[in-house]
């Protein structure tokens, strides 16, 4: 049941690939807008006939250029979310759903497809058109529209994009936990490093239509070239912290595992939990605790890891207490403060780099 | 009141709709979904008799319907009757006149599909055909109503082109816009009136039905 597809092109979206999906695997393809990525999603999907490739699903050919096999997009077994969802937009969810279920026998359709809409959270809603539903609620829809109709190859071009962040993370749990009844290979589209983190099994780097780096987000996040090719602001860490008080002068203390911080005042009462994005490239690396500097928030870490690029560039994975941040700073300073793994350092993160878009409140 | 010619300008009006409904899916799908050479040439050509001089119109295809014209030739040889002053005459011309009434508006109507979904319907299983059906033409239905009402509002309306290649036989090509001249030039007012009042209450009505139904139809998407 695995995916292979291999694909050379050169114009008008350039191609250079070739990959393989296991069965259940879901593998993530990340890069900038333009990168091919897309292009790679619907060459599989039959939307989109590359110049040279090769893509099987299940043993079964479904685009040879060099036999000349192309099996036409209705009849190739994919379930696809797109990034609009593409619902049909005259006609209800459920029958959104049962659209695609040509192969089920007649009388069964819409048992089915009620248990697909109740798999992805939808219960009670079924007889809503799209227009009445809520991108997220769409978003359930095309789900389960793409996975009614058995699909052996599962596809999702940037399925998140459309919803607020808050959304974002309760359908990437909700999707999470789908995954246990998935047994085909899955492809996700995203330019979100981070997304790719939370979802994928194996995230590959894409950049002009070249496979740049192939690994698990730990192997991605230390190569600058895949670095280089998503784009450095990215790369961002989460750390949870529980808000203590809001102060006077209008900030808000939060205790986090590795010591008190203070970001600009947020709306959340005392004892919330929540997440605090931080990029890595606002993070500042001291080896002694500064004295009489202006950023609020100083907090020990251990150097977990490091990783040089060719360039001037160089992520640092520190270790907070059991929390990894990611400090993004130039290489002469890794060599200037001997920064290397085990050595005992000081993170500093200016209040005011914290947007209040980056705290997140914890849903459960 | 000239029932004959009322009820052959609705007769041709019909014939014309049904000819036009299945093209004007054909050619308004294909200008929307496709790029090719001499797209922009094609929809140019279609849109010729809006512009044209319906007496300039009329007079080239009197000349292409003649029994000397390979049209006409062939309509003679196959039907044994001229072409020319003949009802099927008169619906071929109005096929060819209301072209641009028909494939605008079927066309705008599927470009307002997004890809994507057509691409769904695709990715959900649904052959040509069934996305046709199933997909395509409940969305485009609005523009391909349009396109029916006004072929066939326009075509009871239309007199330039009826009367050059037509003339005007009764109940062959008399149709009731010519039956209202020939009763203004016969002094014969109140005939006129009463014909044209008439007209007026069947575009009023088709048109009023449009709007009924659109409403129904943009109820039913939102």
């Known amino acids: 049941m695995a995916l292979d597809m291999s694909a050379k092109a050169a114009g008008p979206i350039p191609l250079d690939v070739s990959f393989r999906v296991a069965p259940g695997e879901l593998m993530a393809l990340v890069g900038h807008s333009g990168s091919g990525k897309t292009t790679i999603l619907r060459s599989i999907a039959g939307l989109w006939t590359p110049a040279h490739a090769n893509i099987s699903v299940s043993g079964e050919p479904w685009l040879d250029t060099e036999t000349g096999v192309d099996l036409p997009a209705h009849r190739r077994r994919v379930g696809i979310v797109f990034q609009s969802y593409a619902l049909f937009p005259h006609m209800s969810a459920l029958a959104n759903v049962v659209a695609a279920m040509g192969h089920v026998p007649r009388r069964d359709k819409v048992d089915k497809a009620m248990e697909l809409l109740s798999l992805v959270n939808l219960p009670g809603l079924e ?26 190859a599962l596809l999702l071009d940037e399925p998140f994009s459309a919803v607020d962040r808050a959304t974002r993370q309760i359908l990437y749990r909700e999707l999470r936990a789908l995954r246990s009844h998935l047994r085909m290979p899955t492809v996700l589209v995203t330019h979100d490093l981070e997304e790719a983190r939370e979802l994928a099994d194996r995230i590959v780097v894409i950049e002009h239509g070249r496979l740049v780096r192939t690994g698990t987000t730990a192997e991605i996040m230390f190569d600058p070239a895949a670095l280089r090719a998503m784009g450095l602001r990215d790369l961002v860490s989460v750390l949870p912290a529980a808000v203590e008080a809001h102060e006077h002068d209008g900030l808000t203390r939060l205790s986090t595992p590795a010591g008190q911080i203070w970001l600009p005042g947020l709306d959340a009462s005392p004892g919330a939990r929540v997440q605090v994005r931080i990029h890595a490239h606002e993070v500042i690396v001291a080896r002694q605790r500064p004295q009489e500097i202006s950023a609020l928030n100083v907090l020990p870490a251990v150097v977990k890891g490091l990783a040089e690029g060719d360039g001037p560039g160089a992520v640092v994975r520190l270790d907070l207490a059991g929390h990894e941040l990611l400090a993004r700073i130039t290489a002469r300073s890794v060599h200037a403060l001997s920064l290397e793994e085990g050595a005992p350092c000081f993170a500093i993160l200016k209040s005011m780099a914290v947007a209040r878009d980056d705290v997140q409140h914890d849903a459960s | 009141m000239d029932w004959t010619a009322l009820w052959l300008s609705l007769r041709l009006a019909g014939w014309t709709v049904l000819i036009l409904l299945p093209l004007s899916i054909l050619l308004g799908r294909l200008l929307a979904y496709r790029r090719f050479r001499g797209k922009g040439f094609t929809e140019a050509l279609i849109m010729l008799p809006l512009v044209m001089p319906p007496t300039v119109f009329g007079f080239y295809l009197l000349v292409a319907f003649g029994a000397n014209s390979p049209v006409g030739g062939i309509w003679q040889s196959l039907v044994g009757r001229q072409l020319v002053f003949s009802f099927e005459g008169l619906v071929l011309a109005s096929v060819v006149l209301n072209l641009p009434f028909a494939i605008q508006p079927a066309q705008r109507g599927f470009e307002a599909i997004p890809t994507e979904v057509r691409e769904a319907a695709q990715c959900c299983g649904l052959s040509p055909l069934r996305s046709l059906l199933k997909v ?20 009871l309306g239309e007199f330039g082109v009826v009367l050059m290649v037509g003339g005007s036989i009764p109940g062959e090509t008399k149709t009731i816009a010519i039956a209202i001249y020939d009763r203004v030039q016969a002094f014969d007012d109140q005939s006129a009136a009463i014909m044209s009042a008439v007209l007026l209450a069947i575009s009023l009505a088709t048109i009023s039905l449009t709007f009924w139904l659109s409403a129904r139809v943009g109820r039913r998407l939102g």
Do not use: Y
């Open chain 1, 127 to 152: 007889h809503r058109k799209p227009a009445a539903l809520s991108g997220g609620q769409q978003q359930r829809v095309a789900l389960a529209r793409a996975l009614a109709r058995e699909p052996a």
């Open chain 2, 136 to 155: 395509e033409l409940p969305l485009a239905w609005p523009g391909l109503l349009t396109a029916m009402v006004l072929t066939f509002a326009h075509t």
